[in-house]
């Protein structure tokens, strides 16, 4: 199986197809970091988690397209003859594909990779700075969902009908410009640019919705004072009574 994954990685990786993708992914990018993330974003600083997290939002229908391209070598006509021979092998036809899988998650992973260096090189360049270890995780929330499914969700409609993987190219722009809801900011890049301007400082730390509501709810029940013991509350409530009654219990 690591014949095939090897064979399978260099198919995909050594062509002229992965050369011009690699050099379109980092001329738009500098664009982009140029023109925009070097402006901040929401009133954060170009380095912050914020911004880089935009930055990686408006890499994304780039890198879906890549994702989903890298598919097409195992789907086409040319694939589907060789596919006669490769189940006439011994080996299962689900290592094959997982091999393969493999070979198209290995790619993607490499288009991020160029897209998050050439941010580093920017950084380092323009600030002097390379505190990465504070943008790991608008890294894994930013790209890894999205593009896990759209390698697996590109699998299951390119295999039988190979054009669907043409037609789910369009699926990451055109969730760029739709207003999405705040639940799915993480898809069109809405969270980077909006969500920081609830938080009411100026360059707040990185968190998601869902983790700031779970952490406000978890601090009012601790602000909360504790409840009185029960009997506490008889007591309180029967010197009520005498007060109002001009009597007051014998103790």
Not at 31 to 36: A, C, F, G, T
Request: proline share 8%; glycine share 8%.
């Amino acid at each position: 199986m690591r014949k095939i994954f090897l064979y399978e990685c260099k198919r995909l990786l050594w062509n002229k197809f992965f050369a011009g993708l690699v050099l379109v992914l980092l001329f738009y990018g500098w664009q982009v970091l140029r023109r925009v993330t070097i402006l901040g974003g929401s009133h954060t600083a170009p380095f912050s988690p914020w911004s880089f997290g935009d930055f990686l939002s408006r890499m994304l229908p780039l890198l879906w397209i890549g994702a989903l391209f890298f598919l097409t070598f195992f789907t086409s006509e040319k694939a589907r003859r060789a596919a006669v021979l490769t189940d006439a092998a011994p080996l299962p036809p689900r290592r094959y594909a997982l091999a393969r899988c493999a070979a198209a998650l290995t790619g993607t992973a490499l288009l991020a990779l160029a897209c998050i260096s050439e941010a580093a090189c920017f950084y380092g360049i323009y600030f002097g700075w390379y505190g990465w270890s504070g943008l790991v995780f608008p890294t894994l929330v930013t790209l890894v969902p999205p593009l896990v499914f759209a390698l697996g969700s590109g699998w299951l409609l390119g295999m039988p009908r190979p054009w669907l993987l043409y037609v789910w190219m369009l699926v990451s722009p055109v969730c760029l410009a739709l207003p999405l809801p705040e639940s799915l900011g993480l898809w069109n890049g809405r969270l980077f640019a909006q969500y920081p301007l609830t938080l009411g400082t100026l360059d707040p730390a990185f968190t998601l919705p869902a983790l700031t509501a779970v952490f406000r709810s978890d601090t009012s029940e601790k602000d909360e004072p504790p409840a009185a013991p029960a009997g506490m509350d008889r007591e309180r409530a029967s010197v009520r009574a005498a007060s109002e009654k001009g009597e007051f219990p014998v103790m």
